[in-house]
């Protein structure tokens, strides 16, 4: 069972920054598309960045378009998500998600693997 295991997550203050990261545990695979979502309390998980392995091409949220970067290290199958610019609202659990098709990548259903989130708060 592969398991994804995110790190990096913490309490900020309004207009900092952190670096979330994402690696499989226990098993090596190629994830030709890596993504993250996140989910506040009481709303839905939402989408927050992609990133294709086979172009390298990235794709985001409009709310985080323009703050956020989404990358890979090939060599180390490892995902990160460099936010920076924090707002209040940015506050959520995140997501690690993964998976092995080059398809559709904007819904929880279009990934096969999943972290167990890690917390970012955002204080004002």
């Known amino acids: 069972q592969v398991q994804l295991v995110e790190s990096g997550g913490g309490l900020v203050q309004a207009g900092g920054s952190l670096r979330l990261s994402c690696a499989p545990s226990?098993?090596?695979?190629?994830?030709?598309?890596g993504g993250w979502f996140r989910q506040a309390p009481g709303k839905e998980r939402e989408f927050v960045a992609a990133?294709?392995?086979?172009?390298?091409?990235?794709h985001y949220a409009q709310s985080v378009r323009g703050r956020f970067a989404i990358s890979r290290d090939n060599a180390k199958n490892t995902v990160y998500l460099q936010m920076d610019s924090l707002r209040p609202e940015d506050t959520a659990v995140y997501y690690c998600?993964?998976?092995?098709?080059?398809?559709?990548?904007?819904?929880?259903?279009?990934?096969?693997?999943w972290g167990q989130g890690t917390q970012v708060t955002v204080s004002s």
């Open positions: 998600a993964a998976d092995r098709t080059f398809g559709a990548f904007r819904l929880t259903r279009d990934y096969e693997y």
């Open positions: 226990g098993h090596t695979f190629p994830p030709y598309t």
């Open positions: 990133i294709k392995w086979s172009d390298s091409s990235t």
